[in-house]
Every structure is written in C-alpha cells, then in structure tokens.
C-alpha cells in the first residue's frame, strides 16, 4: 500500500542579495589578473634588459608595442562585446591574452617580446570597454559613479600586487617561470568569469526586485550598429571630444607608473629589485584609494554645492587634476622615498580622473555604445602612452626623468580646462539644468 504522502517540488534556488556588487567583484578580479600580467614586464625590466642584451630603446619599443596594440584596439573591443556580449566578448579576449602571457616564457631576444606583448596589448584593450560595459548593464545611474570608483580598484589593485607576485614568481622560478605562472593564474580566472557571469537578463541567482532595480532608469535601448556606424555617430558628439582630450593628456602619467617607475627608481635612486617590490607598489595602493574616494566625492560635491550628476562627478575629476601636479616636484627631489610619496599622490589622482572619465561615459551614451565609448576613450589615452613611452626611452638617458615628470604634472589641468568646457552642464537662470 503506498503511502498518501504529497510529493514536494524542490525549492527554488534561492536568489543572491545585492548580486550586483558580486558581479562587479567578480569583474574587479579579472581585471586585477590582468595587471598582474601586464606589469610583469615593468617588474622585470632590468633583467629582461640584461639578460636578452637589450638597450633601454629596445625596452621602449617592447612597450610601445604593447601600447600601439592597445590604443588600436580598444574601440575594436568595445564594438565587438557591444556586439556579441560581455560574456563570451570578454572570455575570447581574457583566454588570449593570458596564453600570450604564458609564452613570454620562450622569448629569445626583444623582438619576440615585441611580438608577444604587441598580441597581449590588443586582447588585453578589451579591459576598458567591458569596464563601462559591466557597469551599464548592472548598476542605476545614481550608483554608477561609485561603481566606476570601486571598478577602478581591479586596475590598480593588479599593479600594486604585481611586484610582490612577481618577484616571489622569480625569485622561485626565474623570469621564464614568473610569466608562466601568472599566465595561468589569468587563465584561471577566465574560466570562472564564463561560469559565474551572465547579463541581468538571464542571469539565474538575479532576484526580481533587483533587475527591476536595476533597470528603473535605464533610457530605451538604440539598435546595434556596425562598428564604423558607431564611431561615426559618436565623433559627432561635444561629449566625445570633452571626455576623449582629457584621457589623452592623463594616460602618460599611468603609463609610466605602469612600465617606467621601477626602471627610474633603479637608474636614478638607485634601488634594486627587492627594493623595487617593496615599494613601487604603494603609487597603486594610493590609486586604489583614490578609485574608491572618487565616487564618493562625486556626492559630497553633490551635497555641498547642489551640483547636477554630471558636474559632481566633473568636479571630481577636476581635484585628482590638481593632485596630478604633486608629480612635478619629482623633479627636483633627491630623496627616494620622497619621490615615491609624490608618485603615488599623483597615482591617487590619476584614479579619481580616469574613474570618473569612465562614469560619465557610461552616464552620457547608450549601453549599445557604451563599450564602444569607452574603447575610444581608452585608445585616445593610449595614443599618449605611446608617444610619451617613446620620448622616455629617447631621452631619460640624456636628460633624465626630471623634466618629463614636469610635464605629467601639468597635463592634467590642461584636460579639466576641456572637460569642463565641453561636458560640464550650464544652469540657466531659472535654475533649470541643461544639457
């Protein structure tokens, strides 16, 4: 006799509270590995040179392939996770450039390099885009701001832990084997990205109550466009020229943080490379803080000065301009430690700048665009990390880095004069805010 005994439906998994926050950890992971990878080359720049027999012009053509390749193919990247998706669009780039990592490894001489960090640069340009991209699709407008800041931790939390992992990496397996197990630990990540990543749409763990809350102000979506299509309808924009000029003048502060900073303190304060781990990662440490505090500015000046959205967060960006200028008084600083605390001011500043840059694009375009924006705004960065990673290597051996750290600290200034010109939103005299 069977028993009368009512047969229950399993219960529904149940749904992650603030997934959101998760997602953009997950996303905020990815991006840290991904500094990992591309700061190794920095952190082991003075053996590299040593042991392949490069002159420091060689090193500086290394780099700029790396930077040619990402300031090409940042829109290109953009376009196409716009296009196919941020899920598999940024899995493709992430698989690529973690193997390009891997193969550093069997590099003869620096033209191999080249090669090598030309491919990792253009994989690793997809990092940008998607940035804008996870935080259109995941995040209200009124988070947004304080999304982009703690986004922008994953670009500096990577450069800050790269000299300490790397130099373990090397100090137990060589230069070769540093390469190799950071790209694995890149590789690692990209497959628990496809796992645990999916749009809000169909992401399964996503409660109603939160894609409604996710969704309340989200404009109605634009059709996709080709990528051409797309670059012309945004180079007709004020808002383009207002965000992409000031990308340009702050990118090469970043860039040599990102691939100078341990060649200076070994040539000119003379450290050597446990001496570089030990400090070269505290500019990073302060653009951490610096990507975090920039959200949170944008609403104290909102607060403080009845600022619209847009100019709150201009306002922000505007006062990591002025911390820029700490980097000039490098220049004339003999003391190390000194230095590096100028330095990492200005790494604390650069992060307010570049998160809030990021803001207002994903703020300003349409999610089908946004990615592709975003792109643009990083390949016109880039530009300016290639040209100035060049004038570097020509002449910080004649010159030094004195007079081109002077100059970082200026260029700054000159991008808010456009920002503000550009972007920032007039109040007409009825107080109403026009865009």
């Keep these: 006799m069977q ?56 090193y ?83 988070e947004r701001p304080v999304a982009a800041g703690w986004a922008g931790v994953g670009f500096s939390i990577g450069a800050m832990l790269a000299p300490p992992i790397i130099v373990i990496f090397h100090v137990a397996l060589g230069w070769r084997g540093a390469f190799i197990v950071s790209g694995i630990l890149a590789l690692a990540w990209c497959f628990v990205w496809l796992k645990f990543y999916n749009d809000p749409n169909k992401h399964k763990n996503l409660s109603d109550a939160e894609r409604k809350y996710i969704a309340q102000d989200l404009e109605p979506e634009q059709p996709k466009l080709s990528f051409f299509k797309s670059l012309s309808s945004l180079v007709k924009m004020k808002k383009f020229y207002g965000i992409c000029i000031p990308a340009f003048l702050a990118e090469p502060a970043w860039a040599t943080f990102s691939f100078w900073v341990p060649l200076y303190l070994a040539q000119e304060q003379g450290m050597d490379i446990k001496q570089i781990a030990m400090f070269a990662w505290l500019p990073f440490l302060f653009a951490d803080i610096g990507s975090i505090a920039s959200g949170y500015l944008t609403k104290l000046y909102a607060k403080w000065f009845d600022l619209s959205r847009i100019n709150s967060v201009i306002a922000s960006s505007v006062t990591g301009a002025f911390l820029m200028v700490s980097l000039a008084a490098v220049a004339i600083t003999k003391d190390p430690y000194i230095a590096i605390l100028l330095i990492s001011i200005g790494g604390f500043g650069h992060q307010v700048i570049s998160c809030m840059l990021s803001a207002i694009v994903v703020d300003s375009f349409d999610k089908n665009q946004v990615a592709t924006m975003n792109g643009m705004r990083g390949s016109s960065a880039w530009i300016a990390s290639f040209i100035f990673s060049l004038i570097i290597g020509a002449f910080s051996q004649t010159i030094g880095f004195g007079p081109l750290f002077v100059i970082m600290g200026f260029l700054d200034l000159i991008g808010a004069v456009f920002l503000i010109a550009l972007v920032a939103e007039r109040r007409k005299k009825n107080n109403l805010v026009t865009k």
Excluded at 26 to 50: D, H, K, M
Excluded at 76 to 84: T, V
Excluded at 105 to 114: D, P, Q, S
Excluded at 126 to 140: C, D, L, Q, S
Aim: hydrophobic share 55%; proline share 4%; charged share 15%.
């Design 60 to 142: 500086s053509y290394i780099v700029a392939s790396f930077q040619l390749a990402y300031t090409i193919f940042q829109p290109i990247c953009g376009w196409f996770i716009d296009f196919i998706g941020l899920r598999i669009g940024f899995f493709i780039f992430a698989v690529i450039w973690s193997v390009a990592c891997i193969f550093h490894a069997g590099a003869g001489n620096w033209i191999h390099l080249a090669i090598l960090r030309f491919v990792m640069g253009g994989s690793e340009a997809a990092a940008t885009p998607a940035n804008a991209k996870v935080i259109a699709e995941w995040f209200p407008k009124k």
């Design 3 to 58: 028993d009368n005994v009512a047969i229950q439906e399993p219960s529904a998994k149940p749904k992650l509270k603030n997934l959101r926050w998760y997602i953009l950890i997950l996303f905020l992971c990815g991006v840290t590995v991904n500094y990992i990878t591309r700061n190794s080359l920095g952190i082991l720049a003075s053996e590299l040179i040593e042991d392949l027999q490069m002159t420091t012009q060689q």
